[in-house]
């Protein structure tokens, strides 16, 4: 898949970074990975040694803009965004992409189809509130407004304004391509036990969630 482009941000990941660049290769040999790291551990060195293109953002400067620039450094027509943490199957690259090619401009791989064994009962409850205030607000359905592995058409990226800027990026980059027109798949996927220590800051999760959901309904208009 020599049009496919795989993005990943980094921070602190060197302990994940090298099974899950393996699987990719070994799920897509051909497609381009870029990285971009703010790390200060061993996680850019190991990846430039396999081969990713890796873009150092040091200091963080948080998710959104780290994401942004992952996504915009793409070069390939397909991008597929992957948290580097071992949770999302790399092996469901190839589906994702398909349904690119068949007609659809994004492809959101949902974790909560069913609650995963290992996600924790108040994060599962807080996801599936968070998809049903999305259906109420603008419409559509969905079931993982924060999923970490995701397909677009590089024209999506390019065509639209995005904002940057706080937590819950994610739920920017599925909900403003679906109200501007873009068309939207939804897949399930397996979720496995994340490798390393998780840096997610629960509180700001859900006040940017609830905020970006109602945010881009009213700047929508």
Not at 134 to 159: C, P
Not at 176 to 192: F, H, N, Q, R, T
Request: glycine share 4%.
């Amino acid at each position: 898949m020599n049009d496919l482009s795989v993005v990943m941000i980094t921070l602190n990941e060197e302990k994940a970074i090298k099974k899950v660049v393996s699987d990719i290769k070994r799920a897509v040999p051909e497609a381009e990975i870029i990285i971009v790291d703010s790390s200060s551990d061993k996680t850019p060195e190991i990846a430039q040694a396999m081969g990713c293109k890796v873009i150092r953002q040091y200091p963080p400067q948080g998710y959104g803009n780290a994401m942004i620039l992952a996504l915009t450094s793409a070069t390939k027509d397909i991008i597929i965004t992957l948290d580097c943490d071992d949770t999302y199957p790399a092996e469901k690259i190839p589906e994702l992409v398909e349904w690119i090619k068949n007609g659809y401009d994004v492809v959101n791989a949902t974790r909560l189809n069913k609650k995963p064994k290992n996600m924790p009962i108040g994060n599962y409850m807080a996801n599936w509130f968070f998809a049903k205030l999305t259906r109420l607000v603008h419409g559509f359905n969905t079931t993982d407004v924060h999923s970490g592995m995701r397909a677009y058409k590089k024209e999506v990226i390019q065509s639209l304004d995005w904002n940057p800027n706080g937590a819950a990026f994610p739920v920017e980059l599925l909900i403003k391509p679906v109200i501007s027109g873009y068309k939207l798949k939804e897949i399930p996927i397996d979720y496995k036990e994340r490798i390393g220590t998780p840096t997610l800051d629960k509180f700001a999760a859900v006040k940017w969630t609830t905020k970006r959901i109602l945010d881009l309904k009213f700047s929508s208009k």
